[in-house]
């Protein structure tokens, strides 16, 4: 396995891909709960104004 | 699929690197022409959710770009003997992700959303014209990057064993991209009912504070 030619190449491509969809993926769903959680409790301030 | 996949007669084992290579190329243009549309939709039909389409597929854009310019570069370094060169196709790829950095720049850089939403849209149409470039450029220039071998007239130059691993690789980036989308949409959505309803409450804020006269409310 280890003797295949430029293998850490081929392991850094992968690795970097794999990196940036996860931050892609992690970004957006951060992204996600941040806005619901301020959402919310908008929602229960402006609901406790009445 | 990509893993089992045999290795290239030339290439050998490097050619794994295609599997992430060529779909992020793919996307990096697809997720182009979904913004140049979303841009339609803003400048002629004004559909409200089309310049939320277009913001949250840029940054997913410049994601994809970037793993394509990354994966391309240590393809390269092993395969060409060079990381980098100046030449057609890795110059206009290079342009499509700055293109993609500044769109993101442009929303952030001006306050009003309505403003904002037309200004992207006018760039990210004036952008367009590097679709093709990308495209063609292995075909009008000499470059060291080769020319089309799955979708060209004559059928594809790949052997099957190699295909469809490709095919399928390029297919699941597709879903996680819509599927991003479509979340980041939703964020957006989420975005403006947050800014709407804090502009209420301090317009409520004020009301309470102030007693406005009926002109100053509205």
Known sequence: ?50 | MAFNAPADYQQGETVKIMYIHVPAAWLSTFIYGVMALASLGTLVWRHPLADAAQKAAAPLGAGFTFVCLVTGSLWGKPMWGTYWVWDARLTSVLVLFILYLGLIALWRSIDDPGKAARATAILTLVGVVNLPIIKFSVDWWNTLHQPASVFRMGGSTIAPELLWPLLVMAIAFTLLFLCLHLMAIRNEILRRRIARLTMIAAAEGDSLARAPTPEMAR
């Open chain 1, 1 to 50: 396995m280890l003797d295949i030619p430029h293998l850490g190449y081929i392991v850094a491509a992968y690795g970097v891909a794999a990196l940036a969809l996860i931050g892609m993926i992690a970004a957006v769903w951060l992204d996600y709960r941040s806005l619901s959680s301020q959402l919310e409790a908008l929602e229960k301030s402006r609901g406790g104004n009445r």
